[in-house]
């Protein structure tokens, strides 16, 4: 693929240059009127085809140059189909709420967003990070932060919306998605209680959801507790293990673990339905999974399922997290240790090669099928961070399904290159979908 340069050209009509091969292989003459795409901005121009000019630039009136808030500073790609020029890729990444919090991340030259940078260089096009408070709905314009290479810096600048918007952040305006339609990737957002509700008939998924009610009484507690003797009460809308408490019962005393912090609890009755009682609202009673520990410390596993540009569903950059000792979770207030999948495998089940690489094939596989499933229905998706652990028996458990995941959790492993990976993939199926 040959990238493009554009050039800002004085012109006294709504001019595009381009080469005659150019031209002569897209079946354009000269004269011909064809609309000019760039983001979500278009606008009609008219073709004169230039016989000494190179194919790796494009000249373009400045009149039609101001009006699309085409930035010259990076090279292109493009594709001409039926009388449109697209010239692009135009990717937005939705990543905070207010420009301060952006701004800050990005000044301090952090690393993880060195990826993106690249990712984008390999194919030509423009790539900026967005504040939802930097969006301007009526005019349609957007100030992003785009980098330059001379500086080395990121750089606020007003561009047009873009072809395609990546969603980092819970709710953003619904007129974001009336503007943009289906090319809002990762449009909508689902808590615990919800993602429950989508798998919990799945013919295939549903045998590894843990039950789940949001009925907060007594009652219901008695009976998980009777059927399984320990069950979670978590908030449906936190993250980060905030807010969850380990409960069990023995004849008519409750004992209750508060996660995240050394406390524990113990309650009648009467206690326990005045204590459930402030929870009633926006939250979940789980059935508690024996999970395979490693030194009385709790394990599970991230499994970031990213969608590659042939569309294609991807788990191959899974973690393992070791909690804290005597932890209810493996969130912690402490260091979390991670390691790859298969050092953590080996860790809490003593698994020879084998073995990790049979069970590494089953985590992907739930993986993929639980991404593809969650894209027909709310799509489209390019990543997910799915939370999995593994009981006493081996069998895989799927917790939670995360829409806004840290995509830099790789570096917490020290795996660069897995970070690399993931960003390339997300970058490419962005790409694919701005192109479209």
């Not at 919090?101 to 952090?110: E, G, S, T, V, Y």
């Not at 293990?241 to 409750?254: A, D, S, V, W």
């Not at 840290?406 to 795996?415: A, F, G, Y």
């Amino acid at each position: 693929m040959s990238k493009i340069t554009l050039k800002a050209i004085d012109a006294p009509f709504r001019q595009l240059r381009i080469n005659k091969t150019i031209a002569e292989k897209n079946s354009i003459y000269n004269g011909d009127n064809i609309i000019l795409k760039y983001g979500n901005r278009e606008a009609r121009v008219q073709i004169i085809i230039n016989d000494t000019g190179t194919q790796d630039h494009l000249e373009i009136s400045r009149k039609i140059i101001k009006e699309l808030k085409i930035d010259l500073s990076v090279q292109y790609d493009y594709r001409i189909e039926k009388k449109m020029l697209i010239i692009g890729p135009i990717i937005g990444l939705l990543y905070a709420y207010k420009d301060k919090k952006i701004a800050r991340r990005l000044q301090k030259k952090d690393e993880r967003y060195i990826p993106y940078v690249n990712a984008i260089e390999r194919t030509g096009g423009l790539l900026f990070f967005i504040a939802e408070e930097n969006i301007n709905y009526k005019k349609e314009e957007i100030k992003g932060y785009v980098y330059n290479k001379d500086s080395a810096k990121w750089e606020l600048r007003l561009l047009p919306f873009p072809a395609v918007i990546y969603r980092k952040i819970a709710t953003p305006k619904p007129k974001l998605k009336n503007i943009m339609g289906n090319k809002l990737v990762n449009p909508y957002v689902f808590d615990k209680w919800g993602f429950y509700k989508l798998t919990r008939d799945h013919p295939y998924l549903s045998s590894y959801i843990p039950e789940t009610t949001n009925i907060i009484t007594k009652e219901k507690l008695d009976v998980l507790l009777n059927t399984y003797g320990e069950v979670f009460i978590k908030p449906t809308d936190e993250s980060l293990g905030r807010g969850i408490f380990l409960i069990t019962k023995e004849t008519n005393k409750y004992t209750v673990r508060k996660n995240l912090e050394n406390s524990t609890f113990y309650f009648s009755n009467r206690e326990m339905n005045s204590f459930l009682s402030k929870y009633s609202t926006n939250h979940i009673i789980q059935q508690a999974i024996k999970l395979k520990s490693y030194g009385n410390r709790k394990i599970d596993y991230r499994v970031m399922a990213v969608r590659d540009r042939d569309n294609n569903w991807k788990c191959d950059a899974i973690m393992g997290w070791l909690g804290e000792f005597n932890g209810i979770t493996i969130h912690s207030n402490k260091e979390v240790n991670g390691k790859s999948v298969e050092d953590m495998l080996k860790l809490q089940f003593n698994y020879n090669e084998e073995q990790i690489v049979k069970k590494v094939e089953e985590i992907k596989e739930i993986g993929k099928v639980l991404a593809s499933f969650l894209d027909r229905l709310y799509g489209p998706y390019v990543d997910f961070g799915f939370d999995f652990g593994i009981d006493e028996l081996g069998k895989v458990w799927i917790f939670e399904a995360n829409v806004s995941q840290h995509l830099h959790c790789p570096l917490w492993i020290n795996d660069t290159e897995m970070y690399r990976q993931v960003i390339e993939d997300i970058i490419s199926f962005l790409n694919k979908i701005a192109m479209n």
